[in-house]
């Protein structure tokens, strides 16, 4: 993977998520390249061979919260702060530590195991809070379809550490794949370690999205039998799978007593 500079750009943005005003993306490109991820349209370089940083990060980020009073900042929206490359470039560490003297909190979102590297810093600030995102049950279908993140399993485990740590945890139960994502069981597993969980189906924007390509080409390939369903139930507004799936997660909801938001 070549990691580069990117031009110079804002790094502090204005963040669309609820009760958050502004987010971070510490790079610039992904390379999860997981093949449904819905910023992939918006793709400068090729992620599976490149992504890139920001030069000065710390100075420069510096600059830009002195305009801002302290809050929580969001990191995580459009590339994950803990990809592979952060393990020896730190630039999600050197932001984080910047925040944290400066007064401000974060509330991140990964696929990754890393962040528990940084909780030294997560439990130095107020009201931090670390969600992981999960799709797939088993280790042979995730692999197809974001090959270059880490098992659920040990995105389970890395919560767990969060959560024992004292630092509030989330999760983003997305996307949810017709016939491929076993939602009821991946709740009942995330339930132990995550202290609210928001669950979203697979969705894109049009059929001529890369992603839903991209998609569309694995379920070919490997689950043939399921495009026809997914592919109807993806673009049909309304679906009567996602009333019936939302159904049955209010039932572990309530059941459970669990902080569950369901968008599906």
């Known amino acids: 993977m070549q990691v580069t500079l990117c031009e110079d750009r804002p790094i502090l943005t204005p963040c669309s998520l609820e009760g958050i005003n502004y987010q971070v993306?510490?790079?610039?490109?992904?390379?999860?390249?997981?093949?449904?991820?819905?910023?992939?349209?918006?793709?400068?370089?090729?992620?599976s061979k490149e992504v890139q940083m920001h030069a000065d990060i710390i100075e420069r980020l510096g600059r830009q919260l002195e305009s801002i009073p302290p809050q929580t900042i969001y990191l995580g929206y459009h590339s994950d702060p803990y990809q592979p490359c952060e393990a020896y470039c730190l630039q999600t560490r050197k932001v984080l530590e910047l925040l944290q003297q400066r007064g401000f909190s974060a509330t991140i979102l990964t696929k990754s195991d890393l962040v528990v590297r940084d909780?030294?810093?997560?439990?130095?600030?107020?009201?931090?809070?670390?969600?992981?995102?999960?799709?797939?049950?088993?280790?042979?279908?995730?692999?197809?379809?974001e090959a270059k993140t880490i098992e659920t399993s040990r995105r389970i485990e890395g919560l767990r550490q969060v959560k024992a740590a004292g630092v509030k945890t989330g999760?983003?139960?997305?996307?949810?794949?017709?016939?491929?994502?076993?939602?009821?069981?991946?709740?009942e597993r995330l339930i132990p370690v995550a202290d609210e969980i928001w669950v979203y189906g697979l969705s894109f924007s049009a059929q001529s999205d890369q992603s839903w390509q991209?998609?569309?080409d694995i379920i070919r390939r490997h689950f043939p039998e399921l495009?026809?369903?997914?592919?109807?139930?993806?673009?049909?507004k309304g679906h009567s799978y996602w009333s019936d799936l939302a159904?049955?997660?209010?039932?572990?909801?309530?059941?459970?007593?669990m902080n569950v938001h369901v968008y599906v």
């Open 25 to 47: 993306d510490t790079y610039v490109g992904c390379e999860h390249y997981c093949y449904y991820c819905y910023v992939l349209p918006q793709a400068e370089t090729d992620w």
């Open 214 to 216: 991209n998609t569309r």
């Open 247 to 257: 159904k049955n997660l209010e039932i572990i909801k309530e059941k459970q007593n």
């Open 119 to 145: 909780l030294d810093i997560l439990q130095a600030m107020e009201r931090a809070a670390v969600s992981v995102s999960v799709a797939f049950n088993d280790d042979h279908t995730y692999r197809l379809f």
């Open 171 to 187: 999760s983003l139960l997305c996307p949810i794949i017709p016939g491929v994502t076993d939602a009821p069981a991946l709740l």
């Open 227 to 236: 495009l026809e369903q997914v592919e109807q139930v993806v673009f049909t």
